[in-house]
Structure formats: C-alpha cells, structure tokens
C-alpha cells in the first residue's frame, strides 16, 4: 500500500490514470466504512492539492472546491442564499468531523443521508471532475446516481463544485434524528426561495434521507409558486411527493418519514420566509 498526497492537481490526476488507487478527501467515512479490514489499495490524498481547497466568489457565482471542509464553509461570508448549507454543516458530524470533513467527500460517499446534498441540489450546484483529458462538469442530481454510487468514470476525481449566482434568495435546512446532535437523518429537507411581498415567486425543496438519492420535488415546487407563505401546507397533495420512495429501517418506518418530511418541509419554508 502506498499513500499519496501531491500538492499538484495535475500529479493527481496523472496518480489516477497509473494504478487503481483509492481517492479520499478528510477520509471520515472512508476510514470507518472499512471496519477491522485492513488497507491494502494505494490511496490518493487529495486534501493539500493547490486549489481545491477554499470558496471563491466571481460575478456570475461561486466555485467550492472539492477539499473545502464544513468549518471551511462555516467561516465563510456567504450570502443568505447559502444559509441552508451552512445550517447543514452544523449537522456534519462532530466539530472534530467538521474540520476533517470535506464537501468531495460527503458527496462522493453518496449516502442518501449525506446532509449536504440537499442544501446543494436548491442552490443547483454541479460538480467539477477532472481527468487526464481534462474536465467536464454534471448537475449534482446526474453526478448522484444512486445508494453510494455517482457517475465518476476510471481516472476522475473531483474537483470541486460551481454554483451560479442566483436572484437574490433565503434559505433553510431542517434535519429530523432521534437525538440533536451526532445522528443519522430519518428525514431532511433544504428549501431556497425568493419572495415577492408575501408571496412566493420562485422556491427549490430538496429532500434527503427518504429515497436512494436526495432529490428535488419540482411539482411541489409549481404548486407553491404565487402563494402565500402561510398557505403552503394547504397546496400539500399526495402527487407532490411520488419522487419520494422512503423505507423502513432501524431510525423510522416509511409512513411516519413520510408524514414527517410534509412537516419539516413547512417549517423550512416558514423559515427561509424570516
């Protein structure tokens, strides 16, 4: 087993394309996944790459690169369109994990209760991977292709996310466990919006933890455009929600996700709406 840790993008990516290795990025759940087994893969450490570290703001958006911790996103002065992630990154773990953690990682473990997929799929962020013939960017909700599975191809890693600027907005993040802090999801929802007055003139609902990937639920989304924040439960129906595929496991049962997720998606909205 050898380790990797080049300060080069390019060293990286020319890493990738020698011998199978294992990319990590803070390596906090990929170091407990593996349990007692040992390490045998060469691992690439992608944590001191010059440039994938840190949050850069231009005109027309934002570019997070893929070693940026959640502390990292914590201290930044990002404007409120960015609440529901920094509220996220509170979730991520312990302080300790916080500031292993990185966006790459949680996103390339695609765990259905990775807590910053939602924020990120409201903000319409896509993801950055780069090779050795060179790079190409994908929606986050195509890169998620499924339970611990994205669409990296051999020799890609990533290398961070782009997310364009948009009208100005608000936004929240709610996250149901059974305790407050140190937990899995039974349940979380981020909500974006832009008001117009009292009314809602534009609002993304994503929602994690009920279905193999997070997803966005675009028909709730239609309904709630043009109503008033204080209705939003009343424009509630089944239909809105068929995206949604949630199961029965140690944390909750399917019903009671399923009743849940209207509730937290409320308390978003009216959230985001202060």
């Given amino acids: 087993?050898?380790?990797?840790?080049?300060?080069?993008?390019?060293?990286?990516?020319a890493l990738l394309q020698c011998a199978p290795v294992e990319v990590i990025a803070g390596g906090t759940d990929w170091y407990p996944a593996r349990g007692d087994r040992p390490v045998t893969s060469d691992i690439l450490d992608i944590t001191r790459v010059d440039g994938l570290r840190g949050i850069r703001a231009?005109?027309?958006?934002?570019?997070?690169?893929?070693?940026?911790?959640?502390?990292?996103?914590?201290?930044?002065?990002?404007?409120?369109?960015?609440?529901?992630?920094?509220?996220?990154?509170?979730?991520v773990g312990s302080i300790q994990i916080q500031n292993a953690g990185t966006v790459a990682g949680n996103l390339c473990n695609a765990s259905p209760a990775a807590d910053g997929v939602p924020p990120l799929l409201v903000l319409e962020a896509e993801v950055e991977l780069a090779s050795a013939t060179g790079q190409r960017r994908l929606p986050l909700a195509a890169f998620l292709t499924g339970v611990r599975q994205t669409a990296l191809q051999p020799g890609e890693m990533m290398a961070g996310l782009w997310i364009r600027k948009p009208a100005p907005g608000r936004a929240a993040f709610v996250k149901l466990g059974a305790r407050r802090y140190l937990v899995i999801s039974i349940a979380m929802v981020a909500v974006w919006l832009r008001l117009d007055g009292s009314l809602i003139a534009e609002i993304r609902i994503a929602v994690g933890a009920c279905s193999p990937t997070s997803v966005r639920l675009t028909a709730l989304e239609a309904a709630l455009t043009g109503c008033r924040v204080a209705d939003c439960a009343t424009r509630f129906h089944a239909d809105h929600f068929v995206p949604l595929a949630p199961?029965?496991?140690?944390?909750?049962?399917?019903?009671?996700?399923?009743?849940?997720?209207?509730?937290?998606?409320?308390?978003?909205?009216?959230?985001?709406a202060l």
Wanted: with cysteine.
């Fill in 1 to 13: 087993m050898t380790y990797h840790r080049p300060t080069c993008l390019d060293d990286a990516v």
């Fill in 58 to 91: 231009a005109p027309d958006g934002w570019w997070i690169g893929a070693a940026t911790t959640w502390t990292d996103i914590l201290r930044a002065p990002l404007p409120p369109d960015f609440d529901a992630l920094k509220a996220a990154a509170c979730e």
């Fill in 247 to 272: 199961i029965t496991d140690m944390r909750a049962d399917a019903p009671y996700r399923a009743d849940a997720v209207q509730a937290l998606i409320a308390r978003a909205i009216t959230e985001a």
